[in-house]
């Protein structure tokens, strides 16, 4: 990157941070304000917290000329999505105790509170903490929580894959002590120089940084929307290794055509042994090559398109001291979830539910908050969360199951997934009310938008048709909806960009079909083209390939032409 190019705000403040203590614990003491200030609330990400407010209330407040409604959000790092009843049960309270009632299970496995004010901050991270999970780096410019194939029913490849998700996770953990000072009351360290950060450096990494790890045939954790991925290579039961994936990445700007979303690269194998050196080595190059001046090009994936591939893998074996060996078959079905019951060779039961928005709270009519603590409060084995906002209720013994099923029952969750087989394909990230970034509704929007589509769909015969179908409320793409079949992604308020052609397994781009959309015309628009798919779809078809070949919308093959060929010749044929 050219050195004459100014470094990005972030990274002074970075610098200037003492790793990651800036004047936080000055912020929290004073409480003269529910806001930090705004060095503070950058460097709060690496600590798993941002500060939000509450949009549904900003006109109102402004016109009584009152501050904004501040409260913060905390993710917490479950790596791998495996949680115990324990801390289910915690998670719980501290929703019901410090946040707005509700848990979110986010897209990347994680727990999330929102509405947390300013005054419960520190005693949310610190009993968060107290039940063995924690938040640093689940935001910030740091390895994020690392994803894993939660299917238990795989078990003994899982169980491996998992304890691999978590090596990884752990190496990759910043060492600064700035975490423990600020929220555990922990010792404060004399000097800076003490301070060791022996991956990281001061500054960290130019941006945030992701990694998953898959097990085909399921997609279910995205590999291809990932800054660096494993594919678990398993023959005869046995895992043998992973292929190694890099540069995938959603986040886009509108109008700005040099952000795009972009495909992982798979360039390499490596052992089971040799996963955390190269997470680590990978992490390294972006450290060392990412682009500090410009953090709308300092993902790892523009470094990757910069630099090409090949030069990665030049790199990585650099680095590494050895090389990745070549790229072993495999195959991907799908990235969904299997839904309901499921028993493993053991005798135990797994159950997957639908869990919408990957909202759990309590309404009149389904008390789901309520019915999942009945459950943890009985449960012996664990809790596994989805990387589509899904919920398993995993490891059931058979003595446990009966009154499991029971609980189900009493709390209507039994037939969560007894939907249309779109909506059990649906995403959609949190936007408004508390993302600042959102243009447009996602999660309160995309569950009625799907009841006019599902219009459609039970016409046609389709019901039991899976097609991928993701909402956004902006194109930083947190449901990841530019690798689904069906992506509507937030314009203003009311108004969504359309893409289609998404791969159904998650393994290619969707290009832009219609901009600017209201709402309410997205059904008129859709139901002729599910129409046409049901009636004309050739065997086994999918309908993101559908749509390419009957000229909805070009193939968008990489990253770099996701903004081009936006009108296919037959496009007038819509
Ligand atoms: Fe995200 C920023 C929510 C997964 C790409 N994301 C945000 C923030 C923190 C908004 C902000 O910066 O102020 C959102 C908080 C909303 C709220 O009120 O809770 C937010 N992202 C989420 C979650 C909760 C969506 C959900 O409904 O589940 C997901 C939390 C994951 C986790 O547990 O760590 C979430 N975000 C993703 C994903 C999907 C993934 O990682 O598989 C992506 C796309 C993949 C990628 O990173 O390329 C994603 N989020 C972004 C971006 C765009 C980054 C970029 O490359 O440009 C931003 C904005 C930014 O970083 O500047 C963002
Ligand atoms: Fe917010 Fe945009 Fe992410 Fe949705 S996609 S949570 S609106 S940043």
Redesign the pocket.
Known sequence: MSEEKKLSANEYIKTRSNYLRGTIAEGLADMSTGSMSEDDQQLLKFHGT?Q?DDRDLRANRRKHKLDKAYSF?I?IRVPGGVATPQQWLETDRMATQFANGTI???????F?F?GIIKSNLKRTIKEINQTAMDTIA??GDVN??V?CNPNPHLSEVHAEVLKVAQGISDHLTPQTRAYHEIWLDGEKIESSEEEVEPIYGKTYLP??F?I?IAVPPSNDV?IY??CLSFIAIVEKGKLLGFNVAVG??????HGNDA?Y?RIADIIGFCTTEQVVDVAEKVVLVQRDFGDRTD??HS?F?YTVDDRGADWILAKLNEYLGYELGPVRPFTFEDNGDRYGWVEDKNGNSHLTLFIQ??RVLDTESYPLLTGLREIAKIHDGDFRLT?N?NLIIANISPKKRPQIEKLLEQYGIKDSHEKSALRLNSL????LP????SLAEA?RYLPDLLTELEEAIEENGLRHDAITVRMTGCP?????PFISEIGFVGRAPGRYNIYLGGGFAGQRLSKLYRENVPGTEIKALLAPIIGRYAKERNDGERFGDFCIRAGYVAATVQGGDFHKNIKPEAFATA
């Not at 979110?104 to 496995?109: A, F, I, N, P, S």
């Not at 508390?434 to 970034?437: E, G």
Request: a positive charge; hydrophobic letters at 25%.
């Open positions: 941002y939000q959000m993710r979110k299970l986010t897209t990347r496995q994680a999330q929102h689940a935001c994020r929580n994803m941006r945030k992701k998953t995205d929307a990932n995938g990445g959603m986040g886009s700007t952000t979303p953090r709308k993902r994936k928005g990957g990387a906002q959609a990230c949190v936007a508390t993302c600042s970034l999660e930083n793409g947190c449901a990841r």
